[in-house]
């Protein structure tokens, strides 16, 4: 303890004397409180959200699949059954020779024929035509023919001769409507004629280009009067031929039909069948 007794006088001294001239020692310094953590807001509270009265309705709909069916009906969900669709006959529509309508300008005629020629050598011979008919944009179409007939001659007659007679026609047309049961129609072409005959100078071949105006009625739907006159420049054979046919509808798509070509050189029946798309 000597050692330091000493050293406490002079810091006792030291103490006085700053104590005299105003040097008081500095409080020691409170430690600084720790910082509260953060608090969060209340959530905010909301009143309820009053109920409408009376409850709101809303529309019911059909289930999956409902009104596909041709004919459905269903009063809860406002359907409303349609009626097929008419026609009203005029060719128009494709769907027009499918429900019977004659005046189609698409279809394929084949029929036997009978003539008989005003030349004296040509005895009357028998023989078969096809004709076709495809309609293009409205009110066109194009239509196209080949006639056929052989006679072999008769071997007990001097006078009867063998002959081959071809005819084949290719042409454009136009038709109007007058109203959905009567047509008018016009056709220009070219046609050509080919008579080979034992007697060489009976045999000829002719080239023309012809004009043909027609009309197409059906006084009732399963029946139809067709009637048309043909000019051409034929030089060797008719130049010009009127033609009346008549035709029932058999099926839906299928005619009978029956005809009569009266030319300034020939004479023609026939008989056949038509098929109309």
């Known amino acids: 303890m000597k050692p330091f007794f000493p050293l406490l006088v002079a810091l006792g001294l030291a103490s006085t004397s700053l104590a005299q001239y105003g040097y008081a020692p500095m409080p020691p310094t409170p430690p600084t409180p720790p910082t509260p953590p953060p608090t969060m807001p209340a959530a905010p509270s909301y009143s309820g959200y009053p109920s409408p009265s009376p409850a709101p309705t809303y529309p019911s709909y059909?289930?999956?699949?409902?009104?596909?069916?041709?004919?459905?009906?269903?009063?809860?969900y406002g359907y409303v059954s349609q009626p097929p669709p008419t026609y009203s006959g005029s060719g128009y529509g494709i769907g027009d020779s499918m429900r019977g309508?004659?005046?189609?300008?698409?279809?394929?005629?084949?029929?036997?024929?009978?003539?008989?020629?005003k030349?004296?050598?040509?005895?009357?011979?028998?023989?078969?035509?096809?004709?076709?008919?495809?309609?293009?944009?409205?009110?066109?179409?194009?239509?196209?023919?080949?006639?056929?007939?052989?006679?072999?001659?008769?071997?007990?007659?001097?006078?009867?001769?063998?002959?081959?007679?071809?005819?084949?026609?290719?042409?454009?047309?136009?038709?109007?409507?007058?109203?959905?049961?009567?047509?008018?129609?016009?056709?220009?072409?070219?046609?050509?004629?080919?008579?080979?005959?034992?007697?060489?100078?009976?045999s000829f071949s002719n080239g023309a280009v012809y004009v043909r105006p027609a009309i197409r009625w059906t006084p009732v739907d399963a029946w139809e009067i067709q009637a048309g006159v043909t000019v051409s420049t034929a030089d060797d054979f008719d130049s010009k031929v009127f033609d009346l046919s008549t035709y029932v509808r058999l099926f839906s798509i299928m005619d009978l039909g029956v005809g009569v070509d009266l030319g300034d050189e020939s004479q023609s029946y026939r008989g056949g069948v038509r098929f109309r798309w």
């Open 119 to 202: 030349e004296a050598d040509l005895d009357p011979t028998t023989g078969f035509g096809l004709a076709v008919s495809a309609r293009l944009m409205n009110p066109f179409f194009i239509k196209g023919s080949f006639n056929w007939a052989s006679q072999g001659g008769d071997n007990d007659d001097e006078d009867g001769e063998g002959y081959d007679f071809s005819t084949i026609s290719l042409g454009a047309g136009v038709y109007l409507p007058i109203t959905p049961k009567f047509h008018f129609l016009g056709e220009v072409g070219g046609t050509y004629a080919k008579l080979n005959a034992d007697e060489d100078e009976l």
């Open 62 to 76: 059909p289930p999956a699949g409902a009104g596909m069916d041709v004919g459905y009906s269903s009063p809860s």
């Open 101 to 117: 309508n004659l005046l189609t300008y698409g279809y394929l005629e084949g029929h036997f024929r009978y003539t008989d020629f």
